[in-house]
């Protein structure tokens, strides 16, 4: 398979305020050095809870956040250090989905307007040509043509977020990175949403990055997943072997603690004690091992090294690296 | 089978409308279920459908704007509804506890976790402040707090979501209520704290031998937790059963929808199923059965008529014309 994109030892931390006698500088660890490869058609999902680093990896990558460290190879180039015009040509090959739509349309743009501008900015086509797309686009995301003229109030919340697929579809990128696109949604309208991005992969052939709390949801759409905790990856491998063969603790009591609707698998659970540590004091050594039920002496001591077990990469003291 | 003793909480053919510039718009209509002892009962359905609404007129939490313009909702065979407002504070919060989704906005800001429990105790139980503080503790001990002596002097931005949470389950429980109102209570949370907190609620039930209302959008949590299902739909219960009935043979096709549009760890298909439309704001509801529209079988009775609740077996009822009654089953 062909690799579009590296990323490498990519961290980001947020400075804090430090208190005012104190000259120690504290830094919120968000993403704390992650390397991963992605790629061409696939879908490489990232899970993980709130405070685990998956919005800002891929914010990241994108460079709405300036990456504090790493490199991101993508066409030969580290995106890390482009320059402004360099970015900005970038950014057409690489488009993102958020969470809400409603927050990332301009309420006083029609939603044709907001499809059409990054075409016209980007002096890709004629205005002609871009309306005749806009259009086009407007019905393969199942949206009528004359919704071109109203405004994201009109519209309801699967309604919105397809528009926010028309707008990262406008350019033609290769690369789709989506933030929780359908968490905000309901059940039904969930499953509509997810079908069409499975569809818009087939015919154009986009590789995502498909960011989610939901395991089931990215089961569902991933060929490789990531699993995050803390800024970390702490498993990665493909999606059958991670829920046929989860080997990192973690990713064990996440798979366990999804409720399935089957009321005959009641209980069962691995039920994690405690809560997430705060990214700015993660625990020492594995920063899983305030709260693994497995822990031994050196999990407290030594933070762990990502081993390979047959292609499936895991951070945890506890597996046997293959030899 | 079911006798009207063990009836704790009882809603019968409620219709609870907005006033909006005049006029009355109905979202909750004609809706009963009932809630027996011991029993957790989970109210399912989609944004708009009414279900937190209802869980709201139980409590009588209701905007200004509400009217209920028929119903009765009994509480050990007393009508809420009827009820002058110095007996509903002494039931709210003493017989029935509710929790609701997001912690941080329920909770005040600037009172400590302390003040605000022992504040419940003490309107419901003639004790000194001090021993109001000690049962606060005690409440917090009873959902896994740690160090809870030292949690009472907090206040709610010094907690985690998860923390908050149980902080709310603690004071509605603080009393010993009868009944726990739980609307969307994990919703906000991660799932490894989801798994705590909904843990921690069976437990609870247990332990007080309390029943549970729980409101959620969450298919996967209520086969979890729930003995008894209501699905809601656009202001209507379309089907109601034990939690098997409505996994293993559920009859409305918006439940049967529901149920195969979810993606799930453990089968893989190649496309997801899906209801076409979305839900329809309550000025738009459809005059007939209100699925009609998005239903792959409506007929022109569907869309004309409103569809009875037809029972199916024991307490399994659904609201569909292509649900015919069995003779000497119910």
Do not use: W
Not at chain 1, 5 to 30: C, D, H, I
Not at chain 1, 35 to 50: A, I, M, P, Q, W
Not at chain 1, 108 to 121: F, K, N, Q, V, Y
Not at chain 1, 185 to 197: C, E, G, T
């Amino acid at each position: 398979m062909e690799k579009i994109m590296e990323v490498k030892n990519l961290k980001k931390y947020f400075p804090l305020k430090s208190g005012l006698f104190s000259s120690q500088k504290l830094y919120l660890r968000a993403v704390d050095n992650i390397s991963f490869d992605l790629y061409k058609g696939e879908t490489l999902g990232l899970v993980g809870e709130s405070g685990s680093g998956k919005s800002t990896t891929g914010r990241s990558i994108l460079r709405l956040l300036e990456p504090t460290a790493g490199e991101i190879i993508y066409k030969n180039k580290n995106i890390t250090t482009l320059k402004s015009s360099e970015l900005r040509n970038m950014r057409k090959n690489i488009q993102m989905i958020f969470q809400d739509p409603y927050a990332s349309l301009n309420p006083r743009m029609t939603i044709g307007e907001a499809i059409i501008e990054p075409i016209l900015s980007h002096g890709l086509m004629t205005k002609d040509e871009a309306m005749e797309k806009t259009l086009t686009l407007l019905e393969r995301v199942g949206l009528n043509k004359e919704y071109f003229n109203r405004y994201p109030h009109q519209f309801s919340g699967g309604q919105r977020q397809r528009i926010g697929i028309a707008r990262a579809l406008a350019l033609n990128p290769e690369i789709i990175v989506a933030d929780e696109p359908v968490s905000a949604l309901d059940v039904s309208v969930q499953a509509q949403i997810i079908n069409l991005f499975k569809d818009l992969q087939d015919e154009f052939g986009f590789t995502y990055i498909f960011i989610a709390h939901d395991l089931s949801v990215v089961k569902y759409l991933s060929t490789r997943i990531a699993v995050m905790y803390l800024g970390e990856i702490v498993e990665i491998c493909d999606k059958k072997e991670l829920f046929d063969n989860p080997l990192h603790p973690y990713t064990k009591a996440l798979i366990s603690a999804i409720p399935t609707p089957d009321p005959r698998k009641k209980g069962n659970r691995i039920i994690l004690e405690g809560d997430i540590p705060s990214p700015v004091n993660p625990p020492a050594g594995c920063k899983f091992s305030n709260r693994c039920y497995l822990k031994k002496d050196i999990c407290t001591k030594l933070h762990p090294d990502m081993k390979d077990v047959g292609g499936h990469q895991v951070r945890c003291h506890l597996v046997k690296e293959e030899l | 089978m079911e006798n009207e003793s063990t009836k704790l909480l009882e809603i019968r053919d409620l219709v609870l409308g907005f006033n909006i510039e005049g006029e009355t718009v109905n979202v909750i209509d004609n809706v009963s279920f009932s809630i027996n002892e011991g029993q957790i009962v989970g109210l399912v359905g989609e944004s708009g459908c009414g279900k937190s609404i209802t869980s709201l007129s139980v409590m009588r939490l209701l905007p200004r704007n509400a009217v209920i313009s028929k119903g009765e909702i009994l509480y050990q065979g007393k009508n809420l509804l009827e009820s002058a407002e110095d007996e509903i504070i002494k039931i709210r919060g003493k017989e029935l506890g509710m929790i609701f989704q997001e912690p941080m906005t329920s909770l005040n800001p600037v009172y400590t976790i302390g003040d605000q429990i022992s504040e419940i105790i003490l309107l419901h139980s003639q004790v000194s402040k001090k021993e109001a503080l000690d049962m606060a503790i005690e409440k917090l001990k009873l959902v896994s707090i740690p160090s809870p002596e030292k949690v009472v002097r907090q206040y709610p931005h010094e907690l985690s979501g998860g923390m908050r949470q149980r902080v709310m389950i603690a004071m509605a429980m603080a009393c010993d209520p009868k009944v726990l109102i739980a609307d969307e209570p994990t919703t906000a949370l991660d799932v490894t704290i989801q798994a705590q907190i909904l843990d921690l609620i069976r437990d609870l039930k247990d332990r007080t031998k309390s029943s549970v209302l729980l409101i959620t959008h969450d298919l996967g949590v209520v086969a979890e937790m729930c003995d008894y299902v209501v699905v809601m739909y656009a202001g209507h219960v379309v089907e109601e059963a034990d939690v098997f009935s409505i996994f293993e043979n559920p009859r409305h096709p918006y439940t049967i929808g529901l149920l195969r549009s979810l993606p799930t760890l453990n089968e893989d298909r190649e496309r997801l199923h899906t209801i076409d439309g979305t839900v329809p704001a309550p000025k738009d509801f459809p005059k007939g059965c209100r699925f009609a529209p998005r239903c792959g079988k409506a007929t022109e009775q569907c869309l004309n008529e409103v569809p009875p609740l037809t029972s199916i077996n024991g307490t399994h009822r659904a609201r569909c014309f292509s649900i015919t009654e069995k003779v000497g089953d119910a």
